[in-house]
T-cell receptor, first 111, second 113 residues
Framework: QKEVEQNSGPLSVPEGAIASLNCTYS??????FFWYRQYSGKSPELIMF????GDKEDGRFTAQLNKASQYVSLLIRDSQPSDSATYLC???????????FGAGTRLFVKA | GAGVSQSPRYKVAKRGQDVALRCDPI?????LFWYQQALGQGPEFLTY????????KSGLPSDRFFAERPEGSVSTLKIQRTQQEDSAVYLC???????????FGSGTRLTVV
């Protein structure tokens, strides 16, 4: 079992729809949770982080964390073609520990 | 600097050749990380520095891989006797405060022929 699992996709949504990206992790000691966006041929870019159970909203993005279920999700509202990218889920045990990345979910937003 | 700078951007090495990849982190960032990303995969952890101390090198795939950060700023990842399986993008990231995520450099794409 991989430490961080994501559906590889591709996930295809029409422009203006909500895109829902999911991630599960195996280490119950994980404390910090991140979503990175990676455009083709580019390096990952941090878009959201969350530490506490519940929802965290930032513009069109909402991160959701459920530590009991070891589940993290990212919702993208009003999806735009420019949101088409690979979304990487990442988890960390806290300071002094490495961050573990999932393999990513490819998202396509159709105009 | 304004961002994490990596060089070279691309490197083609003949099998058996030694290579050195450079990372210049954001000024003041004490934490520096190296990751390896194969095509279609997520970044895989290689090693972690806090200032000049290498605190975790558990991800280095073999003793052909070596990383250093002697003065706590610029870091070099060295790969000796390169093999075809070393072909990947090598990403460097830095962080001022560990829980707040990383800033990645543009990466070095290494191709071993």
């Amino acid at each position: 079992q991989k430490e961080v699992e994501q559906n590889s996709g591709p996930l295809s949504v029409p422009e203006g729809a909500i895109a829902s990206l999911n991630c599960t992790y195996s280490d119950r000691g994980s404390q910090s949770f991140f979503w990175y966006r990676q455009y083709s041929g580019k390096s990952p870019e941090l878009i959201m982080f969350i530490y506490s159970n519940g929802d965290k909203e930032d513009g069109r993005f909402t991160a959701q964390l459920n530590k009991a279920s070891q589940y993290v999700s990212l919702l993208i509202r009003d999806s735009q073609p420019s949101d088409s990218a690979t979304y990487l889920c990442a988890v960390n045990r806290g300071g002094g520990f490495k961050t573990i990345f999932g393999a990513g979910t490819r998202l396509f937003v159709k105009a | 600097g304004a961002g994490v700078s990596q060089s070279p951007r691309y490197k083609v090495a003949k099998r058996g050749q030694d290579v050195a990849l450079r990372c210049d982190p954001i000024s003041g960032h004490v934490s520096l990380f190296w990751y390896q990303q194969a095509l279609g995969q997520g970044p895989e952890f290689l090693t972690y520095f806090q200032n000049e101390a290498q605190l975790d090198k558990s991800g280095l795939p073999s003793d052909r891989f070596f990383a250093e950060r002697p003065e706590g700023s610029v870091s070099t990842l060295k790969i000796q006797r390169t093999q075809q399986e070393d072909s990947a993008v090598y990403l460097c990231a830095s962080s001022s405060s560990h829980p707040y995520g990383y800033t990645f450099g543009s990466g070095t794409r290494l191709t071993v022929v």
